[in-house]
């Protein structure tokens, strides 16, 4: 089951998530490697990568003892990319994100490898616990001061908001951030209860990839690695700006977004309009402000160790052209037909 080739160039890696955004894109940057990928139940079709079936959740990750001793025996380098990025609070959440990442750390320890874990950049708004932080923030940075004080040989990687292929938009899942996107392209988003200067974050999965595939090899004292756009990163005054130009594009253009003080939408919008808006356009408005604000609103720019980073407008673009196309989401004539 496990690869042997140890001692050469190539390293072998054992690679969690494998199905998932960062996992799926990373994959075709460790041909080099020998890889084996701990599946939990999506299957994976990938040539000259190994699978086995596990769950990180369980002891050993669900592995018979042998197995997980023959894996101790030869695994080089973890990359544990597998997490639940649902928005809900529960047990599921930190079963997966804290108690699996505890797993792994074991498996690492054992197998005396080094240990790449993929957090995200928002973790800081969980870091102290606090219960206006979304769930997902605070289990991440509850498994980040787990890896920390492992006393492992790790690198704690941080991406922002993770969108498409630079330059095809292909991505395995969109996830909130592209349903944000998807709600103002359809025109069901009329206010947002933000500053237009509050910053977005993202990074295309491309840049991840890479430079994820490139810590496998180096040989550093670096404990953790930010991937974000940082400085770079857009207004989110830009963004909507760059959906509604898509939107033209697409031959659907929507009414112009309109940017609501948060005080006000508190005082005001919430108890007095909200009610009297559609429900599907009420329940939208009211997962952004409680459940997606804290990621699309950042007030400072992230630390970055993203040293080239393609065109953010172009990227975002490529992105919003893919969801579009994978949701269906077509041109209309001017009597409304679909085109």
């Not at 006393?151 to 395995?172: F, K």
């Not at 930010?226 to 659907?252: D, F, N, P």
């Not at 808006?277 to 459940?291: G, V």
């Amino acid at each position: 089951m496990w690869q042997t080739e140890v001692g050469g160039r190539p390293l072998n890696v054992l690679l969690t998530g494998a199905t998932g955004v960062v996992g799926s894109a990373l994959l075709p940057h460790l041909g080099t490697h020998h890889v084996t990928c701990l599946l939990h139940e999506t299957a994976l079709n990938a040539p000259r990568v190994k699978t086995v079936r596990g769950d990180i959740r369980l002891p050993y990750l669900g592995l018979s003892h042998s197995e997980f001793k023959e894996a101790c025996a030869v695994i080089d380098v973890i990359v544990h990319a597998a997490a639940n990025t649902s928005f809900g609070a529960g047990p599921a959440l930190a079963e997966t994100n804290v108690a699996g990442t505890q797993r792994i750390i074991e498996l690492a320890r054992e197998a005396k490898a080094r240990l790449v874990y993929v957090s995200t950049a928002f973790s800081a708004l969980g870091a102290d616990g606090g219960s206006s932080a979304p769930a997902y923030a605070r289990t991440k940075a509850q498994a980040e001061e787990l890896v920390g004080a492992s006393g492992l040989p790790a690198v704690v990687v941080r991406p922002s908001i993770i969108v498409g292929d630079s330059h095809t938009g292909q991505i395995a899942r969109h996830q909130g951030f592209h349903k944000v996107c998807g709600a103002v392209l359809g025109g069901h988003l009329p206010l947002i209860p933000l500053d237009p200067t509050r910053l977005v974050d993202f990074v295309p999965q491309d840049v991840v990839a890479r430079h994820i595939a490139d810590l496998i090899e180096e040989e550093s004292d670096r404990t953790e690695l930010w991937l974000t756009a940082g400085s770079r990163a857009l207004h989110i005054s830009e963004v909507v700006s760059e959906i509604q130009a898509a939107a033209e594009e697409l031959g659907r253009p929507v009414p112009n977004t309109r940017f609501v003080d948060e005080d006000l939408y508190e005082r005001l919008i919430v108890p007095v309009f909200l009610t009297s808006m559609p429900e599907d356009t009420r329940r939208l408005i009211q997962a952004l402000a409680e459940q997606l604000t804290p990621y699309v609103s950042v007030r400072n720019p992230f630390p970055s160790d993203v040293a080239e980073l393609p065109d953010q407008r172009e990227t975002l673009r490529a992105s919003l052209l893919r969801w579009a196309k994978a949701s269906g989401f077509h041109a209309r004539d001017a009597s409304g037909a679909v085109r």
